[in-house]
């Protein structure tokens, strides 16, 4: 059976544990759309379509990114890279797109909920650094972390999100 949502999973990248854990993908993803969210807001009211575009690209520009820097940056000496490593690096690095996402669907639906530009977006914000927060806080717990550590991993994270959050409210939207 195939999951949506390819969250969470185990590292199964060449010369990684299996039994290690990676929401890096997850979180680095949710901190992109929340600063994508927050520099559209900067060039004043975003059009709905033009957010959930903006997200979506950007979650598959910086997927591309990753794949092709990790193919780049990690290579064995005098070995080729195959198209078998780059799927998985692909499928490894795909929970950055996945992150962009929910923010996306929160700014889509945004207008059944009654909300103008300036409401999808804080919307789209809320979503984006909740489930930032919520990665860490699953990450931390998989990888057999106590309550507590995961707990403190989840407010550093949120403390991330509401600096963005303090940008985008400074920028007056």
């Known amino acids: ?40 807001s ?13 997200l979506l690209v950007t979650g598959l520009v910086f997927w591309a990114v990753h794949v092709y820097s990790r193919l780049a940056g990690e290579r064995l000496v005098d070995q ?3 198209w078998t490593e780059a799927r998985e690096v692909g499928r490894h690095e795909w929970s950055i797109v996945e992150a962009a996402v929910l923010p996306a669907v929160a700014v889509a639906v945004s207008p059944l909920l009654g909300l103008g530009p300036v409401g999808a977006g804080w919307l789209a914000l809320s979503v984006a650094v909740a489930q930032q927060v919520a990665w ?3 990450g931390a717990l998989h990888a057999g ?11 550093v994270n949120l403390v991330l999100g509401l600096v963005l959050v303090a ?6 939207h």
């Open 1 to 40: 059976m195939t999951r949506l949502f390819s969250w969470p999973r185990r590292s199964n990248l060449p010369g990684r544990p299996a039994s290690r854990t990676d929401y890096a993908g997850a979180v680095y993803g949710s901190l992109l759309a929340a600063s994508v969210i927050v520099t559209s």
């Open 42 to 54: 900067a060039v004043g009211d975003y059009p709905r379509l033009q957010l959930v575009v903006a």
């Open 80 to 82: 080729r890279i195959g």
């Open 136 to 138: 860490v806080f699953l």
């Open 145 to 155: 972390a106590s309550r507590t550590q995961a707990g403190v991993e989840g407010a």
């Open 167 to 172: 940008v985008k409210a400074a920028l007056g």
